[in-house]
């Protein structure tokens, strides 16, 4: 979740809102505007250096920024990155922070998955699925919490629906959330947060070296 708070009167509040959600809906960022406020006081008591990822301060026409990035895909090192811009928020302004290159925006995309059974749907986040397992002609999707969803659908069918870069095929038969992993074993295992071992093939580890990449620098460096 990128969590944002703003700082502003009223009407400068609401532009920046307007903008910023319009621009990350189109770029299918899940995020949350938690705190708005104009009491200086209120703002460094009870938003500054809480675990935000976006500040947005307006002041005499002047929007100042600061950015929580991330040095590693795990989220375990991070630096603020700063800047300003004049206001009323633009949108060319927002394309030029790297908030869609994000990790809590693209490493792990937070879209919705959804399910079908018949007539009823279920919709899944993309960051509660640890890992998909396919057998005897059926597919289940476990959930971080436990749960289990059952499909027909192919994994073929479900990393077509799914974000394929974060979610990779590490055997013949499972494909994993890059966020649901431990570590890797010496016996070609991978064991999961929830403690679950998964056989990773050859062919699984060059895809898990991809992700990895692929979620440290934010870009494909293999077709």
């Known amino acids: 979740m990128f969590k944002i708070v703003l700082y502003g009167s009223t009407a400068e509040r609401k532009q920046m809102k307007e903008v910023?959600?319009?621009?990350?809906?189109?770029?299918?960022?899940?995020?949350?505007?938690?705190?708005?406020?104009?009491?200086?006081?209120?703002?460094?008591?009870?938003?500054?250096?809480?675990?935000?990822?976006?500040?947005?301060?307006?002041?005499?026409?002047?929007?100042?920024?600061?950015?929580?990035?991330?040095?590693?895909?795990?989220?375990?090192t991070s630096r603020y990155v700063s800047g300003t811009v004049e206001f009323p928020l633009t949108y060319d302004e927002l394309d030029k922070m790297p908030i869609k290159n994000h990790p809590l925006t693209c490493v792990c995309p937070y879209g919705t998955y959804l399910s079908r059974k018949g007539e009823n749907i279920h919709k899944i986040l993309h960051e509660e699925i640890e890992y998909i397992h396919r057998k005897k002609r059926r597919t289940f999707i476990h959930l971080n919490n436990g749960d289990t969803i059952e499909t027909a659908k192919s994994l073929t069918q479900i990393r077509r629906e799914l974000d394929r870069s974060y979610f990779f095929k590490c055997s013949n038969r499972y494909m994993i959330n890059l966020f649901s992993i431990n570590m890797l074993t010496a016996r070609n295992e991978v064991q999961l947060k929830s403690g679950a071992v998964i056989p990773l093939s050859e062919a699984g580890f060059v895809n898990y070296f991809k992700a990895l990449v692929l979620s440290e620098l934010g870009s494909k460096i293999w077709k």
């Open 20 to 76: 910023l959600s319009q621009h990350l809906n189109k770029n299918r960022v899940r995020f949350e505007i938690i705190y708005e406020t104009y009491d200086s006081s209120k703002f460094i008591r009870d938003s500054l250096f809480k675990g935000f990822n976006l500040y947005m301060i307006c002041q005499d026409k002047t929007i100042s920024y600061m950015l929580k990035i991330y040095n590693n895909y795990n989220l375990q």
